[in-house]
């Protein structure tokens, strides 16, 4: 490869220190505003960044809490299952959907996911429905939603519940068929999202909040959230310690405008992907859902053939291009959840894209000389496989 490709600076998958660069005189201000007024818990800013956020998503109750995982937890508590109840999710996710019913007592039921947008597919989704079904949990991967109209039919149908979780589309959008368009995570009883610092709208340490339509659900897990407490002392329910530091909630104030923004680069980078990628035999660029924008928290690729896509991602960490696997093992098959007897081979679909996705860095500092380089990378290693074969 000629050298003057190379880029000067080393390609991140992630370069929150050069996101966070232009930002630092109103985050140190943020910062120290807190340390002076010494409100950390449940201080001024938490209520602002909810009001703020709730305004950016179609305004919505915003109930912040510490993180995504307990703010699954919370939905889930918020619907007052019996134990055992059944929560349909997916087998191709982060850990922590399953985990959150898991740790209630609930059961997770995996279910298949589409081969085009990694989200639960609702025909499977369909037949794992039972008297004993809880709450169906639908995850909208990598920054796209999960089929939402097909989802919303089938919950409205069964009068079972639609938990959204959002930690990974904050900002996306659905269009459903009626032409009524709503943002990821305010569709479902209880949409959740995440603000773990690699999160699209990412925090300086955990970080989490709810989504609801339903004032009274919002005041319930605003009391979930905290103790249970209806007022101070005062325990009505069993809850959890869930709260959004407020020194988080004043430092996420300062990034959540520049979230729009950050976002259409990210958009833009897999436009230009896209554009270089398509094509190429053995490779398949990201599918777009003809109903929902993407928010790219991940540009995953989908490799043909599953040992290409260790040699891939080997010759590109050999020229200085990182790229990751989300995820290289189902849930389904985590030894954690071996108890509840899947076997391997019972989600075909999510187990085949553990063996065949490859995300490659997208994020808002990434350059276009970068781009180039890691395009041109991929081309090579393409070129390279179809001259040995
Ligand atoms: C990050 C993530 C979570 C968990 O969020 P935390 O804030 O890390 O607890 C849950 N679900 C999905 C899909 C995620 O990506």
Redo the contacts with the bound molecule.
Sequence with gaps: MPTDLVPSAPIRMLDLAAQHAPLQPALDEALSTVLREAEFINGPAVAAFAQELSATLGGPHVIPCA??????QLALMSLDLPPGAEIILPAF??V??AEAAAVLGLRPVFVDVMPTTFCLDPAAVEAAVTPRTGAILA?H?FGQCADLEALKQITTRQAIPLIE?N??AVGATYRFADGQQAYAGTVGEVG?T???PA?NLGAFG???ALFTRDANRAAYLRQLANHGQTRKYHHQHIGLNSRLDTVQAALLRVKLPHLPAWTAIRQRIADYYDAALEGISGLRVPHRDANSSHVF?QYTLTLEKAPQRDQLQEYLGQRGVPSMVYYPVPVHMQPAYAYLGYPAGQFPVAEQLCRTVLSLPIHPMLTEAQQDYIITTIRAFFALTRSAA
């Design positions: 993180n995504g995982t307990d703010a699954l996710t982060y922590a959907t995850v991967l979780d930690a990974q959740t995440s603000f773990f999160k955990d970080g989490g928290h």
